[in-house]
């Protein structure tokens, strides 16, 4: 492609959604993407045993933003499928969030209604006014029996930190239900698309003004492009500028393995994500994607999930020691011209599926207010 007016590396939620915006105005796009494949984490494919998985594990689209909404409904029809999770703790099985069933099973009392729950949770939890970290924060809302079944050994297995190490913000997020609700999100629109995530990204990046290159690390080749507008990063911000400022210490990230596994079965388990809070086993969850869509096969796929260190970030560690870093590499990313840190490792912080669309849609409104995209109609 010719005559570049921007450039995005990465072909993930915000490289995607800044591709269609910019090429919506009559902007040229071109996308430089690391892997094989476009949709970044989001990406899936049909397997071995014909059913549809996703390779860096399950994503489940949940939004109380209309814009968000009403935005991916122009590139995918999508179901409602409103996620449930369920957790083996002391050979029980037990809803995620933590709700009445969960304290009634692994407490062997009955509690019935609200005001019974909330009075539960007000005579066991701990209370901090203003939680310091992940151990204050989950000790605040649901007490220290509570913690240690659910909480401590899970955070351990998912961030190699216990929550006492992370920001209180890491377990805050977390919901705790006074009532039966047993789904996992309570956001209004639940989702997933018809036909999978792939798909939905092949018609974000459809339009004729966007090109992309795969398999290819843009730090390889950065020479070769200068005469760009814009220039919108979305991958790890310390890679950014590792070469230019090799002082700066590096970020820690949290990477996942991915251990699949085909059963000779129907199902292998009842539920589409199973976890394991406990010490028992070193893997954190296990997802049967068959039951995504009510997908029909003679054979299942489980897929068991152990987070480590080494391999692609997926997660930043939010701690202050990292927070203070990252601070470092964005005082150096604001002294930059027409180069824009989009996304949850550029940005070092956790978003949400519809977060990072959002985030996405509102830096190109901010920065191009004064032009008028010409919107695709829904697929």
Known sequence: MKNIDILIIGAGISGAVLAE???????????????????????????????????YGAHLFHTNE?????????????????HKVIARVDDKTVPIPVNITTVNELFDINISTEEEMQIWLEENRTPIEKPANGEE?????????????????????????YPAELDASVLERIPVRNNYDDRYFSDIHQA????????????????????????????????DYKNYEKLFYTGPVDRFF???????????????NFVSETI????????????????????????????????????????????????EPYYPVPNPRNQEIYAR??????????VHFVGRLANYK???????????????????????????TAV
């Not at 892997?35 to 059913?51: L, P, T």
């Not at 989950?138 to 050994?153: P, T, W």
Request: charged share 30%; proline share 2%; hydrophobic share 35%.
């Open 21 to 55: 915006r910019y090429a919506s105005i009559g902007k040229k796009v071109l996308i430089i993407e690391k892997r094989n494949h476009i949709a970044g984490n989001c990406y899936d494919y049909i397997d071995q045993n014909q059913i549809l998985v996703s390779k």
């Open 66 to 82: 209309e814009a968000v909404w009403e935005y991916v409904n122009r590139f995918s029809d999508w179901y409602l499928w409103e």
């Open 137 to 161: 924060a989950v000790l605040n809302r649901v007490g220290s029996v509570l913690y240690e079944k659910m909480f401590k050994h899970y955070t351990k297995k998912q961030w190699d930190k």
């Open 192 to 223: 997933l698309p018809k036909g999978g995530y792939t798909q939905l990204f092949e018609n974000i990046l459809s339009h004729p003004n966007i090109k992309v290159v795969l398999e290819t690390d843009y730090f390889d080749v950065k020479d």
């Open 242 to 256: 590792e070469f230019k400022h090799s002082l700066l210490e590096k970020l820690e990230y949290r990477s996942i």
């Open 264 to 311: 000779d079965a129907e199902f292998y388990q009842e539920n589409s994500v199973v976890n394991y809070p406990g010490t028992e086993v070193d893997f954190t969850r296990i997802i049967e994607y068959k039951h995504f869509g009510n997908q029909i096969s003679e054979k299942t796929t489980v897929v068991k999930e152990f987070t480590v260190d080494e391999g």
């Open 329 to 338: 590499y964005k005082t150096e990313a604001d002294k930059l011209i027409d």
């Open 350 to 376: 956790y978003f949400n599926m519809d977060q990072a669309f959002k985030n996405a849609l509102d830096l190109f409104d901010k920065l191009e207010k004064n032009n008028q995209p010409l919107y695709k």
